[in-house]
């Protein structure tokens, strides 16, 4: 039935809209916060508070962002529906469709946002989020 991954591409467009307007609304509070760092007579109270606040915020920026992605991938995946593709993987990190997964060295699938999550070690050493084998992630083809 072509008419649910429609209202599934459209409920993931407005979810989409949404995070995007808590990203604006994360970064005014962290513009806020940057520019009172800034003022030259700021109290060590003050200081350390704006700190933690843009600390804090940086991460709700980053899990916004990370949850457009997957929106994004969630989408594309009912977009692949709709025109009668049903050879959709699955990601084996996070259980949900992946559009254009990535194969790491230990063989399991990842989607774009399980990918960038493995990339934490400076290094380029990782870790696969299902079997915890390590890889270094210089060497993954990305798609």
């Keep these: ?39 030259p007579d700021i109290t060590a109270n003050r200081r350390d508070a704006d700190m933690a606040t843009i600390k804090r915020t940086q991460k709700t920026i980053s899990y916004h962002e990370d949850t457009i992605v997957r929106y994004i991938c969630q989408s594309a995946c009912f977009s692949h529906l709709l025109v009668g593709d049903t050879s959709m993987d699955v990601c084996d990190g996070c259980d949900q469709y992946a559009s254009g997964p990535v194969k790491i060295p230990c063989g399991h699938l990842l989607c774009p946002v399980c990918v960038q999550q493995c990339r934490d ?22 798609s």
């Design 121 to 142: 070690d400076k290094e380029g050493k990782s870790e696969c989020k299902k079997c915890h084998a390590s890889f270094n992630f210089a060497k993954v083809k990305l």
């Design 1 to 39: 039935d072509p008419v649910l991954p429609q209202f599934y591409i459209a409920d993931y467009k407005t979810k989409i809209q949404d995070q995007a307007k808590h990203i604006k609304q994360q970064e005014r509070i962290l513009a806020d916060a940057q520019e009172r760092l800034e003022q």
